[in-house]
């Protein structure tokens, strides 16, 4: 029997918000399509689903288990465009992820791993929102008052197929993370310059007594 509880990931006592009711039952409609691996998408599940908006931007996050945030990606194309022509909006899916504070008190010489930090956990996020397309480079500007904008590069070839959701991924990262972003469309890989191959010295020394030798 259809019950939303069966794909909310949620403690006995917490309770589900309306919106989270409305994706579970779209992932449910989704399974009953003619999709390509239906067997996936019946083992997805969500954590967590709220809107965000500012003026014209408005976008819906859904977090998912992060064990079973491969099967998002696989099914990517299949899952994202669905939900956007249900709900009316940008959809972003990211897995959930926990921060550890590096005062935080271990057993031992434990250390945190790195995936656990702040800023991994950051750039994470960012390649979930962004996914499908790559991330050729970041950079960080400045400005005089202290402000700092993330530039973030994107290849040129995938301007049609993200640019119009760029300010709504903007606005979801900003709530994350309060990190403001900047998106820039590059032609290539920026900045990466062709690295000379480094000589070895040890063929150059065999070739020197080579020649000696004739001499």
Do not use: W
């Not at 945190?112 to 929102?129: A, C, F, G, Q």
Request: glycine share 4%; hydrophobic share 30%.
């Amino acid at each position: 029997m259809y019950s939303n509880r069966d794909k909310i990931v949620k403690k006995a006592n917490e309770q589900t918000t309306e919106i989270e009711d409305e994706v579970a039952k779209a992932f449910f409609e989704l399974e009953n399509k003619k999709v390509d691996s239906p067997e996936d998408i019946k083992k997805v599940k969500l954590c967590s689903a709220r809107y965000y908006s500012e003026g014209d931007k408005k976008v819906l996050h859904v977090t998912v288990p992060y064990p079973l945030f491969a099967l998002v990606r696989k099914n990517y194309l299949t899952i994202v465009p669905y939900l956007e022509n249900k709900f009316k909006c940008t959809v972003a899916l990211t897995a959930r992820r926990t921060i550890l504070s590096k005062y935080e008190k271990r057993k031992g010489s434990e250390k945190r791993p790195y995936s656990r930090t702040l800023t991994s956990v950051h750039n994470s996020y960012l390649e979930d929102i962004i996914y499908p397309y790559e991330i050729l480079g970041r950079r960080i500007r400045v400005k005089v008052d202290g402000t700092q904008i993330f530039k973030i590069h994107l290849k040129e070839e995938d301007r049609k197929g993200i640019e119009g959701r760029l300010e709504a991924l903007a606005l979801l990262y900003k709530t994350m993370t309060n990190r403001i972003l900047s998106f820039e469309f590059v032609k290539g890989v920026e900045g990466e310059k062709k690295k000379k191959p480094k000589k070895d010295s040890r063929k150059e020394g065999k070739k020197k007594t080579k020649e000696e030798k004739k001499e």
